[in-house]
């Protein structure tokens, strides 16, 4: 099994959705500054877990223009897009969204839409992708951020790992307790985004 397998199993769609494109999303420029060293000419396949719209997504493919992306999320919505009403109201189409958002790209990307630790394991399991990149944003609460960090560096070894959102607490804690469980070097950067908000991100320095 491979790439080209997984792509024919989980194929971008045909039929381009008639929903309009939404550039929402929680992409910023500390999340740029993060990932940019990690993308280039030479990068080839990143896995990311959290896709929503595909704002990040689309940015990571213009940095690494000859990569594929495959990008696992259930597009049902992680606890905190079910407390937001404007969230609520994107749920239902947040997959034919994405696929609008993403179409100009679509011969790059494979939606894998389950969740992060099937998706983990079926990859690698399954059909044995090895992967330069790994970006994890999905689901922010401890135990869901705590087993998508361990079962990556459990099964991607060789993969640079970057993640979102430090600033959360409980987010914090479960980077820390795994990095210091596998012996890992964990870098960190924030930044003021508004008067009241900062966003921060993590990545493993090798």
């Not at 399991?125 to 361990?150: C, E, F, M, Q, T």
Request: neutral net charge; proline residues 5%; contains cysteine.
């Amino acid at each position: 099994m491979n790439l080209a397998t997984l792509k024919a199993n989980y194929p971008f769609p045909e039929k381009k959705p008639e929903v309009e494109p939404n550039d929402q999303g929680w992409f910023y420029e500390v999340n740029e500054r993060a990932l940019a060293p990690f993308l280039n000419a030479d990068t080839k396949i990143i896995v990311e877990i959290g896709s929503w719209l595909g704002k990040s997504t689309r940015w990571i493919l213009d940095k690494a223009p000859n990569a594929q992306i495959i990008c696992i999320d259930t597009w049902l919505g992680a606890y905190e897009q079910h407390t937001e009403r404007w969230c609520l109201s994107m749920l239902p189409k947040a997959y034919d969204t994405f696929v609008v958002n993403m179409w100009e790209y679509r011969d790059r990307v494979t939606p894998v839409r389950c969740t992060s630790e099937v998706g983990l394991n079926l990859l690698k399991r399954n059909y044995g992708i090895i992967a330069d990149l790994i970006y994890i944003d999905g689901a922010h609460d401890y135990i869901s951020v705590k087993r998508d960090l361990s079962t990556a560096v459990r099964l991607y070894p060789e993969a640079q790992l970057v993640g979102d959102d430090i600033q959360h607490e409980p987010l914090r804690t479960a980077v820390e307790q795994i990095a210091a469980r596998f012996k890992l070097r964990i870098k960190t950067n924030m930044m003021q985004i508004t008067d009241k908000a900062h966003q921060g991100c993590w990545w493993v320095d090798k």
